[in-house]
């Protein structure tokens, strides 16, 4: 997401799910109702066994689409014997949408949680920093004239509820000012006033509500001023301290490269990953030099949603597999051990992995890849969350192929790869 705001998601809609697979119905009269359904042309939702209380209950449409997208990538990440991660899910909660809409997509979020906890995912949410006050997607964030992260957004009770084998935040304010019309490489903004990495103050108040992943997001114009140039040793320096501070709070790391593939040289003049002037080969580089300059971490997410590429369509793909590849064997060469996160081109939704992105790439050595999924309830995925629940449900009922079911657990199983990518 952006570190300004929600309205900058990418992704478009995504296609039509088929329905999950049904739990077994345990009873005749049950069997009966099934038979008589599909014979009267209905499509038959899942039944919940009133003996069987491993499942998780989608209570409506919004619900339904969303445990469907999560067991697609369930599904696919079993299918490839690869770990999964989901290094944003987000959705409104505050003042901005209401009691009763927080209350509501705080209910959607309990039932994601506890298939994600099933498939013993490593989940950060987004996001914690000194959001405004109107920015609903604000999981964590400061008070008015400060940067140290001291409210709690409603979304930390669901949050508390789930803590997973690694439950976190993205932290995002390292990439705040990214957005502004004169940010560029030539004019970062100032540390402490555009933007700033989370502090110990930070860290002490996340370990505090139960936090143990920091997702910690970076720009790669304040790292590395000039592609394939030296790292910037002042940012360099900060970024080390922020890690280390993490660490020493019990927070496991994973550096987030927010950039989306283009790179603010100047402004006016913006080079987008796989030009002749931001070769696939650049991404690779920076991580090259950064995996020696920083403390051993967690894992290395290698640039947050690839959409902002010189090409489009399957070459843009194609691109993108072959610079992310590049990155994971530069990481390893430089002597970093930690789990490379992979993000899909474009569409990086939980139920775009096995269409947008059909099979898994990435060759590592160490077998420590982890394919990145962002998950928004909203009916685009976009995570701008502009219609109210409401909206957003009679949107998921008109486009529902079945009727809202329980799931059994069993369908959000986790990979054989999982314990791969686990502390």
Avoid at 247 to 253: D, E, I, K, P, W
Avoid at 286 to 302: C, E, N, Q, V
Wanted: with cysteine; glycine share 10%.
């Amino acid at each position: 997401m952006s570190p300004v705001s929600a309205a900058l998601h990418r992704r478009p809609t995504a296609p039509s799910r088929p329905p999950g697979r049904r739990l077994r119905p345990h009873r005749a009269a049950v069997g009966a109702a099934v038979l008589l359904l599909v014979a009267a042309g209905f499509v038959v939702p899942r039944l919940l066994a009133p003996d069987r209380p491993a499942t998780v209950c989608a209570r409506d449409a919004l619900q339904e689409r969303a445990l469907l997208d999560l067991q697609q990538f369930a599904s696919w990440l079993r299918q490839y014997r690869v770990a999964g991660f989901v290094g944003e899910v987000g959705w409104p909660g505050g003042p901005a949408v209401g009691a009763a809409d927080s209350a509501r997509w705080n209910a959607l979020a309990e039932q994601w949680f506890t298939a994600a906890d099933r498939m013993r995912l490593p989940v950060a949410a987004w996001a914690a920093g000194p959001w405004p006050a109107g920015y609903p997607l604000a999981v964590d964030r400061a008070a008015p004239g400060s940067r140290a992260l001291s409210i709690p957004g409603p979304q930390t009770s669901v949050l508390a509820r789930h803590t997973g084998p690694l439950r976190g935040v993205s932290a995002a304010d390292g990439t705040f000012g990214t957005s502004a019309a004169d940010f560029s490489a030539a004019d970062p903004g100032a540390d402490g006033s555009a933007y700033g990495y989370e502090g110990a103050a930070d860290d002490t108040y996340l370990a505090a509500q139960g936090v143990t992943l920091l997702r910690l997001s970076v720009s790669w114009e304040r790292l590395q001023p000039v592609p394939m140039g030296p790292l910037a040793p002042a940012e360099v320096a900060r970024l080390r301290d922020a890690v280390s501070a993490a660490q020493n709070h019990g927070l496991h790391v994973l550096l987030d490269l927010h950039g989306y593939g283009a790179f603010r040289a100047a402004p006016g003049r913006t080079l987008l990953l796989g030009s002749a002037q931001l070769p696939a080969g650049a991404l690779a580089d920076l991580w090259s030099r950064l995996i020696p300059a920083l403390p051993p971490m967690y894992g290395y997410d290698l640039l947050n949603e690839p959409s902002r590429l010189a090409v489009k369509g399957q070459a843009a793909q194609l691109l993108w597999q072959a610079a992310s590849q590049q990155a994971v064997d530069a990481i390893r060469r430089a002597g970093g051990t930690g789990v490379a996160v992979v993000g899909g081109y474009a569409r990086m939704g939980p139920g775009d992995w096995g269409t947008a992105q059909p099979r898994p790439w990435i060759v590592d050595p160490r077998g420590r890849v982890a394919y990145d999924a962002h998950a928004y309830f909203d009916s685009d995925g976009s995570g701008r969350y502009a219609s109210s629940y409401a909206s957003e449900l009679t949107r998921a009922q008109q486009s529902a192929r079945q009727a809202p079911g329980c799931f059994g657990l069993d369908l959000f199983a986790p990979s054989s790869a999982v314990d791969r990518t686990l502390p």
